[in-house]
């Protein structure tokens, strides 16, 4: 996933700098969270809204050192409109410590004391167990499950230790200017939730869309056959350019592809369960972390009750 991250820009890379173009305009708005916590469908939310602008592609991993942070600032200011109150990115690679470090500093010293952050979060056993499927069905994983959740220092858990990624940003930017949201709120109070976003960077809070009923990135097809074919094929040469520029196709054509690789109608495939005693020793891998979250959040999380 990090190689693909990396090569769906290396066209711009190959052009070499490029000046900021007139009407551009650093963000002013970074959604952070773990793989498969909802992050695809909060940027779509939040870009319906006539006074945010989300950036197309979705994930610009300009903070990652080790990925778009060579491109420069005005790169990174070209994928956004000044004339957008609010301007945003989501990047779930910015949570991906101890691998990416120094993320959080860079966007406070990049973005300054304008940019706010909001963190996605999800049950952490339920996070670990839906980016082990999607690995199975990319065909990245062919550990037996319970091989793969024994290492408690592999991406599975790491990507789970919510508190212990947010620390940093609220280290740099400060409680005030962080906020949490998990995956349960986003899907079952939807309305709610999104108001509440939309009140904490600024914009109008009464606005809604038809197109809140959508899930993004969620369905039974993504464990199949089918979806393993195309995340294969758009690796081909010929494809590449396809999948680099999806989230820059029109709303209603990526929303096409969507139902067709992701089947988001069908409901997210059953998940198998965890035996008892690993689910146990995850728990207790967990709870100091999760407690540390609801702390810093200031809420019950209610993951583990």
């Not at 910015?94 to 999800?122: C, H, Q, S, W």
């Not at 590449?240 to 997210?268: A, Q, T, Y």
């Amino acid at each position: 996933m990090v190689s693909r991250a990396h090569e769906r820009f290396a066209a711009d890379r190959a052009r070499g700098p490029r000046p900021r173009r007139a009407g551009a305009a650093l963000p002013n708005l970074v959604v952070i969270g773990g793989l498969k916590c909802g992050t695809t469908s909060l940027h779509h939310y939040l870009g319906l809204h006539p006074e945010i602008g989300m950036s197309r592609p979705k994930e610009l991993n300009f903070f990652v050192a080790e990925l778009n942070w060579d491109l420069g600032e005005d790169w990174y200011a070209n994928h956004f409109s000044a004339s957008d109150p609010v301007r945003g990115e989501t990047s779930p690679h910015y949570t991906n410590e101890p691998r990416f470090t120094g993320v959080a500093e860079r966007i406070a010293r990049v973005l300054g004391d304008d940019a706010k952050v909001v963190y996605m979060v999800r049950d952490p056993i339920d996070r670990m167990l839906s980016h082990y499927l999607h690995n199975v069905g990319g065909g990245y994983e062919h550990r037996p499950m319970e091989e793969a959740f024994a290492d408690t220092e592999s991406a599975y858990v790491q990507r789970s230790l919510y508190a212990r990624q947010a620390e940093p940003y609220l280290e740099h930017l400060g409680a005030e200017r962080v906020a949490f949201v998990t995956r349960e709120d986003l899907r079952d109070r939807r309305a709610e939730t999104m108001r509440r976003m939309f009140a904490f960077v600024g914009v109008g809070e009464d606005f809604t869309s038809p197109q809140f009923e959508r899930e993004w990135e969620t369905g039974s097809a993504k464990g199949g056959g089918g979806f393993r074919l195309m995340d294969r094929a758009v690796r081909l040469p010929g494809l590449r350019s396809l999948d680099r520029n999806f989230d820059r196709l029109p709303e209603r054509w990526r929303w096409v592809v969507e139902r067709i690789v992701h089947d988001p109608g069908s409901g997210e495939a059953p998940k198998p369960e965890l035996p008892a005693d690993l689910r146990a020793r995850l728990v207790e891998v967990f709870r100091p972390d999760v407690e540390r979250l609801e702390e810093l959040a200031g809420r019950r999380t209610g993951w583990f009750e």
